[in-house]
Each structure stands twice: as C-alpha cells, then as structure tokens.
C-alpha cells in the first residue's frame, strides 16, 4: 500500500511539473508587397534585453514564400520576467539594398505570439 502511495504521488508530480511549461516569446512579421507575400524580404529586429544588464540584440531573417519573418525571443526575454521588449523592425523589400524600405517601432509581449503587418 505504501508502494502504491508513493507511486500515485510519484506519477502525479511529473504531470503537474509538466503542466507548467511556459509558451515561447514568438515575433512574427508578415511583408506584402502589390497584394502578395514578399519572398526573400530582409526583415531586422533591433532591442534591449528587458532586465539588467540590459544588452542590445538584433536578429535578421528573410521572409519565405508566404512573406512571413519568425523570430524566437526566449533567449531574450527570460522566465519569470513579465511585460515585454520594445524592437525596431526594419524591412529591406530587397535583401540586399543599402537602405531601409519602413521602419516600425513594435512592443513584443512575453510569451506570446505578437504578429505585424508590412505592407507596400
């Protein structure tokens, strides 16, 4: 009996600990262009980790044939924190070219997904 005990309360840990997973901080920025996702638009994130020491990052992605950008913010907004960073996002239509075609200031809430709209 006490084997069994200890087992239920075993087994009814590991499923509680497991209930307690945190959702991913996810960036999400869709470019359209004439009406139609933008493939291969150079997207650019700028910010500042949210607590001390507060480190600048930037990330760039190129948006694939449905125009969507993803970045994963967690290394940048860490668990146990709340609120969110504030990012630039900067759109390049063409990935190579020397200036920006818009930039947005957006607000990434933590641990959720935050989607933005780009479109020319």
């Known amino acids: 009996m006490k084997r069994f005990l200890l087992l239920t309360f075993v087994l009814l840990g590991l499923v509680l600990n497991g ?3 945190k959702s991913s ?3 999400r920025v869709y470019v359209g262009y004439n009406g139609q996702p933008k493939m291969s638009a150079k997207v650019v994130i700028d910010g500042v980790t949210q607590n001390a ?3 600048p ?6 948006t694939d044939v449905n125009g969507l950008a993803e970045f994963n913010l967690d290394e ?3 668990a146990g924190s709340y609120g969110g960073s504030t990012v630039d996002c900067t759109v390049y239509l063409i990935k190579n070219a020397p200036q920006s075609d818009t ?3 957006i607000f990434v809430e933590g641990f959720k997904s935050t989607k933005q709209e780009f479109l020319f």
């Open 19 to 21: 209930c307690g997973k």
């Open 103 to 105: 930039v947005k200031t």
């Open 57 to 62: 990052f930037v990330m760039t992605e190129f």
């Open 53 to 55: 020491p507060y480190t």
């Open 25 to 27: 901080t996810i960036l």
């Open 76 to 78: 940048y907004i860490k």
